[in-house]
């Protein structure tokens, strides 16, 4: 089993920073493109940022320049850097990840359980 754990939610006000984390664990041979995914209420679920294991990037354009991806491949973590936040980013933030089991297996998508992050105008 696979499980992705986020952390690094919570409340700020408009202009500040939040880091969030996806962790990884579990029986894992290999992991690919990492992604983090935001839900508002009443929005359907959008891509914000992935990172293939090579390092390319790409954002979503209400994102770009503020947020950033990055990742540990050797801890099989994604991270989040969210700077100058705006109210409009208040949403439950999701990881999700690209991960083989087996040297000889297929890939599979699995899903955090979502991490809330509010900013205060």
């Known amino acids: 089993q696979v499980q992705l754990v986020e952390s690094g939610g919570g409340l700020v006000q408009a202009g500040g920073s939040l880091r969030l984390s996806c962790a990884a664990s579990?029986?894992?041979?290999?992991?690919?493109?990492m992604c983090w995914y935001r839900q508002a209420p009443g929005n359907q679920r959008e891509l914000v940022a992935a990172?293939?294991?090579?390092?390319?990037?790409n954002y979503a354009s209400s994102v770009k320049g503020r947020f950033t991806i990055s990742r540990d491949n050797a801890k099989n973590t994604v991270y989040l850097q969210m700077n100058s936040l705006k109210p409009e980013d208040t949403a439950v933030y999701y990881c999700?990840?690209?991960?083989?089991?087996?040297?000889?297996?297929?890939?599979?998508?699995?899903w955090g359980q979502g991490t809330q992050v509010t900013v205060s105008s």
């Open positions: 999700n990840a690209d991960v083989r089991r087996t040297s000889y297996g297929n890939y599979d998508v699995y």
């Open positions: 579990g029986s894992i041979f290999n992991v690919n493109t």
């Open positions: 990172i293939r294991s090579g390092g390319s990037t």
